[in-house]
């Protein structure tokens, strides 16, 4: 069975454990960057980026959350993970923070708002619910939760949210020497895939529905398969006369 790694420096990885363990999956918590060598997925959770971009650093975990992600492993982050997983981010501290980067779009880190903005809502989730079952909705809780202003061509979103009418007007800059723009449309984007990529805004992990659990297995256990097969042909298409006839074949072979 896969074996599936939730980065645990900060933030609501115990979480993320347990919601593993009601579905009967063992996670393994990670800190160092050799115990990513050890894992086929990867939940990166909720908690405070530049606090856990600090730990990261802390532990040179940047190169192999990058090659983990850039290897196309299956990674999930949920809201403070979300925000390690975008390539660009916006609404930072000043001196912004360390990103992952690879998933192919612009986070806003607090657009809800503060802390004390924090709320909880149904989404219409059909792609969840088609793939998991249960019914098209799911209950999004968003804690200072950042948000998905603009996504890449090669992004499929899973959901998006009305914007909360009591939310203050945000200015977002581009960066230095570039214009500020003024949100102004009346959804924001709050889960997305691309590829082996999933992200969330809002905490899956705090609520007892496990599909988007589920649906993140499931990823992996498509990428396994297309792993296994890639393989497979491989080995087929090898010249196996010279290889001796009893010794059992390891898997998976790295030749
Ligand atoms: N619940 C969360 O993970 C909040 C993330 C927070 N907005 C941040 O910048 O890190």
Redesign the pocket.
């Known amino acids: 069975m896969a074996v599936v790694g939730v980065l645990a420096l900060q933030?609501?990885y115990n979480e993320h454990m347990a919601a593993l363990r009601r579905i009967g999956v063992r996670g393994v918590e990670v800190r160092k960057p050799e115990q990513l060598l050890g894992v086929d997925s990867l939940i990166i959770?909720?908690?405070?980026?530049?606090?856990?971009a600090k730990l990261a650093n802390y532990h040179n975990l940047f190169p192999a959350l990058r090659e983990f992600v850039g290897g196309g492993k299956p990674v999930w982050g949920?809201?403070?993970?979300l925000?390690f997983l975008a390539n660009k981010a916006v609404g930072?501290k000043t001196g912004g923070q360390e990103l992952v980067g690879g998933l192919d779009c612009t986070v806003h880190?607090?657009f809800f708002g503060s802390q004390l903005q924090s709320f909880e809502t149904e989404l219409s989730v059909p792609k969840l619910s088609e793939k998991e079952g249960g019914n098209n909705t799911c209950r999004g809780v968003f804690?200072?939760?950042?948000a998905i202003l603009e996504v890449g061509p090669d992004v499929e979103i899973l959901a998006d949210c009305p914007v909360p009418a009591d939310r203050p007007s945000i200015t977002i800059s581009f960066g230095e020497g570039t214009e500020e723009e003024v949100y102004s449309k009346d959804r924001v984007i709050v889960a997305v895939r691309q590829g082996n990529i999933l992200a969330t805004a809002f905490?899956p992990e705090l609520t007892s529905d496990s599909r988007w659990h589920r649906f993140f297995l499931d990823m992996d256990k498509e990428s396994q398969a297309k792993a296994f097969s890639a393989l497979s042909i491989s080995s087929s298409s090898r010249d196996t006369e010279n290889l001796p006839k009893n010794k059992p074949l390891d898997l998976p072979i790295f030749e």
């Open positions: 933030g609501s959770p909720g908690g405070e980026s530049t606090t856990m949920t809201c403070a993970g925000i930072q880190r607090n804690i200072r939760a950042p905490h």
